[in-house]
């Protein structure tokens, strides 16, 4: 079936949701640009997440990564993949909000583990107990991710092919965001 993506559709959740893959995925099916906002950071700025956190600190990041997300929010539409933190500010979701439709990809905190668990390039994860970070982190971010406008379940049985079909199948809930060609 071909769809016509009115606005860009901007996946949020914890790191290991998922976002990266399903977005990839996503934008296939729906023929349109796959951006993921940490990628546009580390362009931008030449240097990886971890080297910006650690030469200027989060406060640094998370307002650079506000005005890419700004920046690619004023784009032609797409999917868009966001750091775990980007939802988290009000301006943020305001204009994702805006300009665009927030789909919280919902994984419980033993997937997320799973998935992240051997991946040093997380750096709010350098602790002495990352599992316990990323449980606190989770705690403190869900009531906020729970404000998208959409939510699929992320799955560990599910395929990434899957995942980006029940992402379609709620983004048909929105005709102002998907509508069949």
Not at 26 to 40: G, H, K, N, Y
Not at 74 to 85: D, E, F, K, N, Y
Not at 150 to 158: F, H
């Amino acid at each position: 079936m071909a769809w016509r993506l009115k606005k860009t559709v901007v996946l949020v959740g914890m790191m290991g949701a998922g976002k990266t893959a399903v977005g990839t995925q996503l934008a296939r099916l729906l023929s349109v640009p796959f951006l993921d906002s940490d990628e546009e950071i580390e362009k931008a700025a030449n240097m990886t997440i971890a080297e910006i956190f650690a030469r200027d600190g989060e406060a640094f990041f998370r307002a650079k990564e506000s005005q890419v997300l700004d920046r690619l929010l004023r784009g032609r539409p797409c999917v868009l993949s966001t750091g775990g933190g980007a939802f988290l500010a009000e301006a943020n979701r305001a204009a994702i909000a805006e300009r665009g439709v927030a789909v919280w990809l919902r994984a419980d905190l033993d997937l997320l583990w799973q998935r992240v668990r051997h991946k040093a390039t997380r750096p709010l994860l350098r602790t002495p107990n990352p599992r316990e970070t990323l449980a606190g982190i989770y705690e403190a971010r869900a009531p906020i991710y729970a404000l998208a406008e959409l939510s699929v379940e992320s799955r560990g049985d599910y395929s990434v092919e899957r995942m980006a079909g029940e992402v379609i199948e709620a983004l048909r809930a929105r005709p102002d965001v998907l509508e069949k060609r």
